[in-house]
């Protein structure tokens, strides 16, 4: 058994499903965490689960209520915007408050819990939607209080958070994970999370952007 | 109503007791988030209600799995242990693997959600358990990582991270815990969570050496 062990967050989409495919390229042997919190579209947890099994990875769904709300991809009182100018640079409604503090936070226990050396992401900072908690100064700043407030830390055996994305556009995800043998068409990018995706809420924009950018056909 | 608000982690014990005491005493109005993790001693969540009700601030209670376990507090398989030594310097088996940065990571997003401008939580370094994330360097990381990873931290509206107790010993916390009139007898701290507290894990052990020391009677 190999003893390069790596928790993966996995959401379904084109991004952390490529995460994962740079995890597996690295030789990691991945264990999946998926993340059900309410989100609209929860079309993306059937997504991950099939993506996890195909690079046959365990998988494991989480399950967390966020009673507060605070974004419209919990709240469907609050209007789910039309695609965005890119340019635009407020946080977007879609922000969930802490949401990827959370997910690593999970990911971080269970890496302690398996022996795992890392944790791999999939957030950038091109082409995002203007989440706070997608910049690399988030991920720097946590890489401290992982030495500082965890068992492996204290025994100076360091989890990695490997975000290998962060300053790629979604053009040069594309590409790479098509080199990689990312199963585009089984990923599931639109907030809305209906029977197709709407083409117009910021991650079906972002996504035929960069498909375009790349040259690459989405299936 | 007051614009002063907080979110207080609230385990049921007295030391978070005490932390949402001094926060209504420093003029906060005070949501309490309760976590169901599957803990063996499931009483303190019990207890946190009825000490949230009592000083008649709201509360939720939050149900998470951590199901790789990793801890003695949620595998029943992993024994645990008999009162130590305090001088002893391990890592106890009670340690549950980024359990606190779980915690704070949900107050943040309910702190953010809420537009609360501070998290309450009640730990400290001296009679603790040896638990990392118990420590001072690790609430100060934290405060970095929201600064960069939140809404609020981006638009310059901090959440400030409370630890009032974090240098205070089990007995000053017991002392300004009775001045402020913290119902002692309603907080539950025995880890193993029978009808009466077993008097010989770590945790009965500090609280009996914490009142001794204070010189108050534990009813």
Redesign the interface.
């Known amino acids: 058994m190999p003893d390069k062990k790596a928790v993966v967050l996995l959401s379904g989409g084109l991004d952390s499903a490529t995460a994962l495919y740079i995890a597996r390229d690295k030789g990691y042997q991945c264990h999946c965490l998926v993340f059900d919190y309410g989100q609209r579209h929860r079309r993306e947890i059937e997504a991950a689960k099939i993506i996890a099994k195909r690079t046959g990875s365990t998988c494991?769904v989480?399950?967390?209520?966020?009673?507060?709300?605070?974004?419209s991809l919990l709240d469907r009182k609050i209007k789910l915007a039309k695609k965005r100018f890119p340019a635009q640079d407020k946080?977007p409604a879609t922000?969930?408050?802490?949401?990827?503090?959370?997910f690593?936070?999970?990911a971080?226990?269970?890496a302690?819990?398996?022996g795992a050396g890392a944790v791999f992401s999939g957030p950038h900072v091109y082409d995002y939607s203007g989440y706070?908690?997608c910049?690399p100064?988030?991920y720097?700043?946590?890489k401290?209080?992982i030495s500082?407030?965890?068992?492996a830390?204290?025994?100076h055996k360091q989890i990695k958070i490997m975000t290998p994305l962060v300053y790629k556009t979604k053009a040069e995800i594309i590409r790479l994970g098509g080199k990689l043998g990312v199963p585009f068409r089984l990923t599931w990018s639109c907030y809305r999370g209906g029977k197709a995706p709407c083409g117009r809420c910021d991650s079906c924009y972002y996504r035929a952007k960069g498909f375009r950018e790349a040259g690459i056909k989405d299936r």
């Not at 989480?62 to 974004?71: A, N």
């Not at 922000?95 to 959370?102: D, M, S």
């Open positions: 494991q989480i399950k967390i209520s966020l009673p507060w709300g605070g974004s946080i922000y969930v408050p802490g949401r990827n503090l959370i690593l936070s999970f971080l226990s269970c302690e819990a398996l706070p908690d910049r100064e988030f720097r700043a946590l401290k209080v500082c407030g965890t068992k830390g204290a025994q």
